[in-house]
């Protein structure tokens, strides 16, 4: 069961990853924190091409490195917490992005982030 979670989850960061560079890089400058763009060198489509690319390179490696999957689950973890954040801006300046165009939806989010944590964790244990 712990493989097919593995597995489910490496695809569905390639995905996440490759839509970040191509279809869905508006959707998720909604995301980034206007933060970042003062604390790093990099405009919110830099940040979205960076963690897509992460996101595609992390789903490979839970696929394709089995030996290391505690690692690459460990790395992918404290990933979904750094990214957090980005979450809660969407939240907090009210960003609509992927259909969440209401502050029900954008709160309910913020609770998705622990289970992707926790996904990642058990998954590859």
């Given at each position: 069961?712990?493989?097919?979670?593995?597995?489910a989850l490496g695809l569905?960061?390639?995905f996440?990853?490759i839509?970040?560079?191509?279809?869905?890089?508006?959707?998720?400058?909604?995301q980034?924190p206007?933060w970042?763009?003062r604390v790093?060198?990099?405009?919110?489509?830099?940040?979205?091409?960076?963690?897509?690319?992460v996101?595609a390179?992390?789903?490979?490696?839970?696929?394709?490195?089995p030996?290391?999957?505690?690692r690459?689950?460990a790395?992918?973890?404290?990933?979904?917490?750094?990214?957090?954040?980005g979450?809660i801006?969407?939240?907090?300046?009210?960003?609509?992005?992927?259909?969440?165009?209401?502050?029900?939806?954008?709160l309910g989010?913020?609770f998705?982030?622990?289970?992707?944590v926790?996904?990642?964790?058990?998954?590859?244990?």
């Amino acid at each position: 069961m712990r493989n097919v979670a593995r597995w489910a989850l490496g695809l569905s960061m390639i995905f996440a990853g490759i839509s970040h560079l191509f279809w869905a890089r508006r959707e998720f400058q909604a995301q980034v924190p206007d933060w970042t763009t003062r604390v790093t060198p990099l405009d919110k489509d830099a940040v979205v091409v960076a963690s897509g690319v992460v996101e595609a390179m992390l789903g490979g490696a839970l696929i394709a490195l089995p030996g290391s999957r505690r690692r690459v689950g460990a790395i992918l973890s404290a990933f979904f917490i750094a990214i957090f954040p980005g979450n809660i801006e969407q939240w907090a300046k009210r960003r609509d992005g992927f259909g969440l165009d209401s502050d029900g939806k954008r709160l309910g989010r913020l609770f998705f982030q622990p289970v992707l944590v926790a996904w990642a964790w058990w998954s590859t244990r």
